[in-house]
Structures are given as C-alpha cells and as structure tokens.
C-alpha cells in the first residue's frame, strides 16, 4: 500500500491546494524528477479509490511505469520524495499566508545586504500593514518585535554618532518592549492552560516567575492597563489562583465588551474559562454563579462565539454544559433550540451521543422519563465527566420511574467509580460522592426503612454541596406530601 502518512496529508487537501499543489509538483523550481509527477498525477485521479487495491504499491508501479519490472527500492524512494514534496509545499503555503512573515524574511535577506533604500520602503510597508490590525495578541507584539529589531540594525549601520547632537528621536526601547508584552501574554497563556488543567484534573504544576510576573505588570499597571489581552490575562491567572469573584467579574466586563481590542481567539478563551469557572462554583454551590454561566453561554450564541474557528466543532463538553444548566434554569425552549441549531456541527464521532444526552437531559425535565431512558441508552461514554453524567441521569430516571434495585444496584457503582477514578477533579468527586449519598437516604426514607428521619434529611440536604440539590429538594418534598 502507498505510504500512509503521504495519503493522510493529502486527504486534508482542499480543492483548491490540490490544484495548487499540482502546480508545485509540476513547477521545476521545485522537483525535476518525472517519476515523482507520474505518481502525483496517479493519486489525483484515483483519490477516491484510496485504501482499495488501486493503492498496492505494485499496482500503481505498474499503472504508472508500464511494461517495466517492479522494482520496490525505485517505489519507495518516489513515495518519500512526493512526501518530501507536500511537506515543502505545507511549509511554504504556511511562510506565504502567515501575516507578514514573507515581508520580515525580505527585510532582513535586503538589510543583510545593505540595500537601505529597500530596507526603509519594506519597513513603512510592514508598519503599515500592522496598524491595519483590529488587535493586539503575542503574535501582534512578536511581529512589532522583528520589525523594530530590523529597525535598529537599519539605525545602528547607518548612523554616525559623533556626539550628542547626532542622536535622533529614534527609540531604541520599542524592540525591547514589544518582545516583553510577547513574552507576558504567551507566558500567561502558557500558565493559564497549566492552572486550568490543575482545577479540571488532579495535577500540581509550579509555574515559574509568575509571582514575579504579577507583580511587575502590578506595579507598572500606568504601562499596561491599555492593553486588554494582558490584562485579561492576568484576571483569568488570578481566577484560577484565587477563586475570588473580583476577577470573575473584570473577565466578564472584558470578554463580553465586543468593543475592545481583544481578538476572537483570545476572546473566545476568556469566554471558556470563566464559564468553567461558573461551573465549578456552582458545584460548590453558587446557584448565582449557574445564572452567570448561562448569561454568557447566551451571548456567546448570539454573536458566534461558540467555536474557536469556523471549521472547528462544537465540543461535547460546552454542548452538553450548556444544556445541563438550560435544564436546571428551566430554559427549556431555549435548550432545544440550542440541542438542533449545533447538533450537526458536533464532531461526526460523538454527535449522536452528545445529542442523546441532550435530549436524555430534556425529556428527564419534562417528566418523560421513558423516553429520556431510551435517548440515554444510546450514548456512548467518551470521557470520565460523560460517564459521571450519565450515571448521575441514570439514578434520577431509576428513581422516578420507581426501579428502586436497579437504582440501588447503580448508586453502588457509581460510588465505587467516583472514589476508584483519578482524573476525576476533587470538587465535581466530592459533589457526585455527597450527592450518592443524600440519594440513598432518601430512597431509605421513601422505602419508609425508618433508618433515616426526615428532619434529619432536609437539615443534611441544606447544609451539603452537591448535584442536583433542588431536584433531590423536590423529590423530598414529594414524600411529604
């Protein structure tokens, strides 16, 4: 079979790169071997047939060389030069579509060569091309950096400096700076990403200079209060150290003003962590913080920021987040326009479980619990938070439909799960575990065992954090009635 990592390269190929890349294979500044364009000209028109016996490498040696003996050492070493291939040309497309970072290599190959008038005309143009940007993220102030750092070599070549007089309003500080401001938001970016992971997961990361880092960017805020993407950045680092609200609220001011100059990737980000934060407060019992969760995952539909890019799928995760709170503020109209407008563009893999689930969580709601049932036996656990989820859905539909063994069978389970698994973060365990508990007492209270005494339920049930509070509210007071 042809080498598959060459095939997995081309199958991400829209027509357009295909085209394109035909012309790379053909161009003679590129490859001069025909060999390599017959093999080429083979995978295009047969693409459709990849995986069949059209692919056996002898089939194709033969297609493409008939009448001529196969010889495998020959196959492989066109295989590896067309491979060789499509990766100069992924690389070039990168160096060519990647901002102005065809301009900065030009700048530097002429400033090199001393041709200062180019250097200048260059530089202008570079400059002019960055103000046009509508935000300034690590890659803005890197680009700032290179252009001022060509800047200075210009400046340090080209002026005399005899004495004072000599000295121009250049500023020499602006590479320094731009490098600086990169380094801060890719740095913060960097410990965001490893603080997240240790409230999500249980991981321990120490992240180095960053009390430092907080402290110089504190003291120096005059320097940078005017620039959103750090400043954001350091309440979302702050969030996740602190757990204090104050930053809660500046990333909610921040991410949700659509007037400022952070871009649709950051803004995007900002927007996530905060709602992870939300979810995790109300774990811990901040039905304020559900309200908060569900206000931004509001805006976040309405202006189209659900998906970091485009082409990128909705995430099972945010998918079924966004119902479980539409569920417990009963939104559930607007939960069901959420489940059908994003459905499809779920990941092919586990669109249809996410949108079980969903719908599992819709019909528990509405009382239609044997369809609930039968949505959620169809979805297929990915992920230790689905398997939780569903488990925790699973005991509600055991309970209201009355299957008190099977309940009773499944809480065991599940509370051997919650205390065995490792990944599973400490506050969603102690939640889960908090809330198999109050469970199984109130199905001891509606099996009337008289091991367990109303009272003493509602006094436990108020003072714990756990899932579904009101929905174990609710089914108590169904018993007393």
């Not at 901002?99 to 400033?111: T, V």
């Not at 003291?219 to 620039?227: A, I, P, T």
């Not at 417990?328 to 669109?351: A, V």
């Not at 389970?413 to 919650?418: G, I, N, P, S």
Request: glycine share 4%.
């Amino acid at each position: 079979m042809i080498k598959s990592s060459l095939l997995e390269i081309l199958k991400t190929f829209s027509i357009k790169e295909y085209r394109e890349f035909g012309d790379y294979v053909i161009s003679p500044y590129f490859n001069k071997n025909e060999a390599v364009i017959k093999l080429y000209d083979y995978i295009r028109l047969h693409f459709n047939d990849i995986g069949s016996e059209k692919f056996e490498k002898e089939k194709v040696y033969g297609e493409i060389f008939p009448n001529v003996e196969y010889n495998d050492g020959f196959m492989r070493t066109i295989m590896f030069n067309l491979t060789q291939l499509v990766e100069d040309f992924l690389a070039y497309n990168n160096y060519k579509t990647n901002g102005i970072n065809e301009q900065l290599h030009l700048i530097k190959e002429l400033n090199s060569r001393n041709l200062d008038k180019h250097v200048i005309k260059n530089l202008n143009s570079a400059a002019e091309k960055m103000n046009k940007y509508d935000h300034e993220d690590e890659l803005y102030f890197l680009d700032m950096f290179l252009i001022e750092k060509e800047k200075n070599i210009l400046y340090d070549r080209t002026k005399n400096l005899l004495n004072k007089k000599d000295i121009t309003e250049h500023d020499l500080t602006k590479e320094s700076g731009n490098l600086i401001r990169f380094f801060f938001i890719h740095i913060l970016k960097r410990y965001r990403y490893l603080l997240n992971r240790e409230t999500v997961m249980n991981m321990k990361y120490s992240p180095e200079f960053l009390e430092e880092i907080l402290e110089y960017i504190a003291k120096n805020h005059d320097k940078y209060s005017n620039l959103p993407s750090l400043t954001g950045l350091v309440s979302q680092v702050q969030l996740l150290r602190t757990d204090d609200d104050k930053h809660f609220f500046r990333c909610k001011s921040l991410y949700m003003d659509l007037g400022n100059s952070i871009g649709r990737g950051e803004r995007y980000n900002g927007l996530v962590l905060i709602s992870g934060y939300c979810t995790t407060q109300h774990y811990k019992g901040r039905a304020d913080l559900l309200k908060e969760y569900f206000e931004i995952q509001k805006f976040r539909v309405m202006h189209d920021i659900v998906k970091m890019h485009k082409n990128d799928f909705v995430t099972t995760v945010y998918y079924t987040g966004v119902i479980t709170a539409s569920v417990l503020l009963n939104e559930i109209e607007w939960g069901e326009m959420f489940i059908n407008k994003y459905k499809n563009e779920l990941h092919p893999d586990s669109r249809e479980s996410a949108y079980n689930y969903a719908m599992a969580r819709i019909r528990e709601k509405q009382q239609r619990y044997e369809e609930s049932m039968d949505y959620l036996k169809n979805v297929k656990l990915e992920n230790v938070y689905y398997k939780v989820n569903v488990k925790s859905l699973m005991s509600k539909l055991y309970y209201s439909l009355g299957h008190i063994d099977q309940l009773t069978d499944q809480l065991d389970t599940y509370r051997k799960f919650l205390k065995n698994d490792e990944l599973i973060n400490d506050d969603f365990r102690r939640v889960n575990i908090n809330y198999v508990k109050l469970l199984t007492d109130l199905v001891k209270l509606k099996e009337n065992t008289g091991r367990v005494k109303a009272s003493e339920f509602r006094k436990k049930l108020e003072e714990t954090d756990t899932i579904s509070k009101d929905w174990l509210l609710e089914k108590f007071r169904e018993l007393e009635s």
